[in-house]
Every structure is written in C-alpha cells, then in structure tokens.
C-alpha cells in the first residue's frame, strides 16, 4: 500500500470511528481530537494472529475493514467465541486489567485494516479529559451488554432459532466466514448448520 | 467487612460500599460521600424476585448481605447465570442501556440487604463529576471482567474442573448455596455434583 493510500483509509477510518461514538455517547466532535490523535492504522493479512494466546494485550483496536474471529482452545479442541466486524472493538479480554496471560485468540478471516490505540494512553487520557472517560465508560457499558446479549442468544435458542440471531447480529458477515467456523460458534455440527442453512434461504427466496 | 450474622445497618452497608470503592479507584472522601448519598438500604426475604423478567431495570444494586441467583428461563427450563455474593454491584445493566425488558430474573437465595441507586441520578452524577465517572467506568470494568470469568470459562471443561474453577471463584460461599444450584450453574447433574464433592472430601481427609 502506498504512503498516500494508507493515509487516506486512516483518515476515513477514523471518521467512522468518531461518528460511531458520536452517536453512541452523545459527545461532540471536537472533543474526540485528542483521542483520534492517539489512534493509529495498521492492517494485517488473512489469518494473522492480532492478539496471540498467552499475551497481555497493550492495544485496544476498531475494525475498519474485515472480520476477526476469537476463539480458544479447550482440552485442545478449538473453541469460537464470537466474531467481530466491521465498527467493531476488540482488545484482549481485559488483560491489561487482570495482568494474566490471555486465553483468547485474535485472527484475522481475511485481510483487515485495524485502528489502534495504547491502554496506557488512553489511561492517561481519561484521567485528563473527562469528555474521554465518559466517552470509554459508556462503551464499556455497551461492550458488556453486547456480550450478554450474544451469550443468551447462544444459551437459550434452538439449532435454528441461533442460526437466524447469527445473521440478525451479523448480517452479511454470515457469507464471508467458512461454514465450520459458524458451526463451531454456533455449537452444531457443518451438517446440521448446511440443513438449517439451506432450509433457511429457500423460505427467504420464496418470501422475495 | 461486616459479619453475615449481623443485620447490616445504612451506615454499615455504606461503609461496606466506601471501602470496596477506595480498593477499585483512587477517589477524595468527598466524592466517596457523594456517591453513598445516592445509595438507600433495601431489604428483601429470602425467595423474593427483586428484579423479574421482562423488566427494565431503574436501578443499580450493591449486595451487602446474602446471595442472589441470577437466571433465566428457556424452553421450561431455569437456566442459571450467576451467583452474586456480598461486595457484589448488581443491575441488569443490559436491560438498563437498551431500553429493552431483561430476560434475567435476580432472585434472592438467603435474606438479602442491599444498596439500590437509580441509574438517572448516578447518570446525573457522572456527567457533572469527572472522578466518579471514572469510578464508575472502573468498577464496569471490574464487574466485566468477573463476569466474563464466570460465565465464559466454564464453557466446555469437564464436570469436576467446572466445579473446582467454581469453588476458586466462589470461595467459601460455595457452601451456602444449595446443591441443585450449583449443579444447574455447572450444567451437571445433582448426582454428578455429588460424587464430585464426595471425592473432594475424602480427599481433604487423606491429606
């Protein structure tokens, strides 16, 4: 990528980023000028590890382009947590909080253009821009509903009733991810998940 | 801390909520008491639903006494979340941000006291209050990241690993809670959670 190319996908990442939190919390745009200083882009291929096992994650990043899939391994078998795409955020897990080596894992599906920003930093940033902090607890507080929202969504649903909150939740993203990695997210079998699949797009085809 | 045999006063519990408090964030008294003054005692029996489903939840919660089990229904069935134990912030802060009725029921398993606050004026206080909203992002944080320890880690371990991450988490509370609660949180059978326990003790006995 050229110098002048990545400067532009930085600049228009970051204006997503802003509107984003703009609507999100309610703050005004110039408020946001020292915290989208302290971002910055970095972009990675296809399955490259983000954030590896074993790490305590000193960045916080926002998805600008592509999707991330987190997942784990338990009793060496690989488990998906979720996926996260585009306007999405991601950091570790809370390591840098917990200071115990992450379990998770932060994989790139296909090429993705990230923003990042330094847990230090923006630390030092709350403490001297009450306009930050607020902005960071108010998306804490949305990150934490999000999660619980897809956990009951996981825990209480049937084969089918998951597939449909899966594309509900995540749209398109449903046609960019290998089968298997929804089915293991999904907790069924590629089989079970191609059935509901297939059943699934002919009703969609018949309602268009 | 207080004892659990003793009946929590205002005072106490609020002294209770102070020191949690000053162990998350560096704050001034002053703020401290600003945030306690938002804080009133409530008091509920034990098997009393304090927050149902469906609701959308006004206020945030600070267990000074007694446990509450937080689960959900699905398919006939209860489903059990969380336990949460003294020192604990609780609130269907899902249910609170999206304006939407919760799906958690928040049910007290023992006589319970508590701490409530509206969200509103806490909200009110965090937009004028530089320090206590950052009090308030860290203890989100923390409660997050317990969460997360809670619920996530038990994902796919085998019966005892489950019960003994369980107990690492839990500590000694363990014991106050009923043994088909336990198993349903685990997602073990009563008699599987037996045997375990069993194993456990004649362990601790050899040694």
């Not at chain 1, 992450?102 to 923006?122: A, D, M």
């Not at chain 2, 989100?140 to 619920?151: D, F, G, M, S």
């Not at chain 2, 509370?173 to 059978?189: C, E, N, Q, S, W």
């Amino acid at each position: 990528m050229t110098k002048h190319a990545d400067s532009l996908q930085e600049t228009q990442a970051k204006e997503l980023l802003r509107n984003m939190l703009i609507t999100t919390v309610g703050v005004e745009s110039a408020q946001l000028d020292p915290l989208m200083d302290l971002f910055e882009l970095v972009s990675y291929k296809k399955n490259h590890a983000v954030i590896e096992e074993g790490i305590i994650a000193d960045y916080f990043y926002f998805i600008f382009k592509g999707v991330i899939r987190v997942y784990y391994y338990k009793n060496d078998k690989m488990v998906i947590e979720r996926f996260e795409k585009e306007g999405g955020l991601f950091g570790g897990n809370f390591t840098h909080l917990t200071k115990k080596p992450g379990t998770h894992i932060y994989e790139s599906v296909e090429e993705v253009v990230l923003l990042r920003i330094k847990y230090s930093n923006l630390e030092e940033l709350c403490k001297r821009e009450h306009a930050i902090e607020r902005v960071y607890r108010i998306m804490m507080e949305a990150f934490h509903s999000g999660y619980v929202e897809r956990l009951f969504s996981f825990k209480s649903l049937s084969s089918e009733e998951r597939y449909h909150e899966f594309i509900l939740q995540y749209g398109e993203i449903a046609n960019r991810v290998p089968l298997k990695d929804i089915a293991n997210y999904l907790g069924m079998t590629p089989e079970t998940l191609s059935r509901i699949r297939s059943k699934y797009d002919k009703s969609h085809q018949t309602k268009k | 801390m207080a004892t659990r045999t003793q009946k929590p006063t205002a005072k106490s519990s609020k002294d209770y909520l102070a020191e949690v408090i000053r162990g998350i964030t560096d704050i001034s008294e002053e703020n401290i008491k600003k945030i306690l003054d938002a804080f009133e005692l409530v008091e509920y029996d034990k098997n009393t639903q304090i927050i149902k489903e469906g609701e959308i939840t006004s206020y945030v919660y600070f267990v000074t006494k007694g446990i509450v089990k937080i689960y959900y229904h699905s398919s006939g069935k209860e489903l059990i979340d969380w336990f949460a134990e003294e020192g604990t912030f609780i609130g269907n802060l899902y249910s609170h941000i999206m304006q939407k009725p919760g799906f958690d029921i928040y049910e007290s398993i023992e006589d319970v006291s508590m701490l409530r606050a509206k969200y509103d004026k806490l909200e009110t206080l965090f937009k004028h209050n530089h320090e206590i909203e950052s009090a308030a992002r860290k203890v989100i944080e923390q409660y997050y990241v317990k969460y997360v320890e809670r619920v996530h880690h038990l994902k796919g371990l085998p019966a005892d690993e489950k019960y003994h991450l369980f107990q690492k988490h839990y500590g000694d509370f363990v014991h106050r809670i009923p043994l088909k609660y336990v198993a349903d949180y685990l997602g073990i059978t009563s008699e599987t959670l037996s045997r375990i326990r069993a194993k456990e003790n004649k362990k601790k006995r050899i040694n």
